[in-house]
């Protein structure tokens, strides 16, 4: 039996596309007898959960970040080498690119010397958390410079894996690009009968819509930071309520570093709300199929988990000019891309997209959203690790 076991400090219980991930996987495998998966959980103790044949969660106890965030990281080798003794798998995914990925080498080194390494590119750091925003404050060439070394630093932490998968063709093509072992694309995928435009509630519709039927609706469960553009929604709100002769409801769920900039709003706007991170992928699900349109607004999205479910709910989205949120909406032809990151120009792109054939891009989004599966994509995946130790189903 292929056995794999998957490492991430990326893995938080109220985090967004990573844990979404990690759960259709566990679901995956937890229902198969063909592999085992073992993934091992950054927590607040170390203990073995056994789930079924085919998935075993391995907590560790891991260092807790301060502050709105519910990430823990595992950066000893002590913490890595039990496991992987214990397994001797013949695959090690690790999702995060921080310090993680040389621990893992040199832990295998020494616990299980026959296992292959390959990465997963969660997050294009580099791009999101270095080039651009260097850019921003130096200019062009301090950016240019601050993305190139950040790619230095990535080859360097995984020096010696077999390959880095990518859900993004553009990031796929950066990783190729800039040297990083063997990039393979594995799209990820999306429940299209939990997510889907049947699941909108009537009620819920009305209550936000609160007495005006032409009150635009839009829901943001995204993590709250500004790189999920926070900072642009709310400085178009005021836009938005003047060209739209309205205010727009918009409800905001999750949590982040932005937090209290939403909560104000909340107190400030009667139609903004914040209901705090929604645990229920039915109480998601209900959200997205009963709001008028969707916001895509991070240029670097490795795929967009969130973006898919929202199409497949059936909202046309306002997207960002790169990253995962430029390919669903161009490739998919439901939406508006994003012409500029100012708040003027998101509360022209969500205007003209409501003002627009609306439920002809409903139904584009939500054809485009059912091309993509769960089960696609894991039985790729799984395919890829055979591959990679050449090993043929049992």
């Known amino acids: 039996m292929l056995t794999v076991v998957d490492i991430n400090n990326f893995w938080s219980p109220s985090g967004g596309g990573v844990r979404r991930y990690h759960l259709q996987k566990m679901a995956f495998y937890e229902k198969q007898k063909e592999a085992l998966s ?41 913490q890595v080498e039990p496991v992987l003794a214990k397994y001797k798998p013949d695959i090690i995914e690790v999702g995060s690119p921080y310090i993680l990925p040389t621990v893992v080498r040199r832990a295998a080194r020494r616990a299980s010397p026959e296992s292959k390494l390959v990465g997963f590119w969660h997050a294009d750091f580099p791009v999101t958390y270095v080039g651009r925003p260097v850019a921003k404050k130096l200019g062009v060439g301090a950016g240019t410079f601050a993305r190139k070394e950040a790619f230095w630093y990535a080859r360097k932490e995984f020096k010696g894996f077999d390959c880095i998968q990518a859900s993004s063709k553009e990031a796929m093509a950066r990783l190729r690009k800039n040297g990083l072992p063997d990039p393979r694309w594995i799209p990820l995928g999306c429940d299209i009968n939990m997510f889907s435009p049947t699941k909108r509630d009537e009620a819920l519709v009305n209550e936000l819509k609160a007495g005006n039927p032409e009150r635009l609706t839009m829901f943001f469960p995204h993590r709250l930071c500004k790189e999920k553009g ?32 939403v909560q104000e709003a909340a107190k400030k706007y009667e139609h903004v709300r914040y209901i705090g991170f929604v645990n229920s992928v039915d109480e998601m699900a209900r959200y997205y199929a009963s709001v008028d349109l969707g916001l895509a607004l991070s240029g670097w999205e490795t795929f967009g988990l969130s973006i898919l479910e929202s199409m497949a709910s059936g909202n046309a989205q306002v997207g960002a000019a790169a990253g995962a949120a430029f390919e669903h909406v161009t490739e998919s032809g439901a939406g508006t891309i994003l012409k500029e990151r100012t708040p003027e120009a998101l509360a022209d792109a969500i205007v003209e997209l409501y003002r627009s054939d609306m439920q002809g891009m409903k139904q584009k989004a939500r054809a485009y959203a059912e091309k993509f599966s769960w089960d696609d994509c894991f039985k790729r995946q799984l395919e890829l690790y055979r591959q990679i130790c050449n090993k043929t189903p049992e």
Request: glycine share 8%; hydrophobic share 40%; charged share 20%.
């Open 230 to 261: 926070i900072d642009l929604l709310l400085g178009a709100y005021d836009i938005l309520t003047q060209r739209l002769g309205h205010e727009p409801a918009i409800t905001f769920a999750g949590t982040g570093p932005s937090l209290p900039l």
């Open 38 to 78: 073992v993934f091992v959980m950054p927590d607040s103790k170390t203990f073995t959960e056994v789930r079924s044949e085919g998935l075993i969660i391995e907590h560790v106890q891991a260092f807790k970040f301060p502050g709105n965030w519910e990430y823990r990281f595992i950066w000893k080798r002590s």
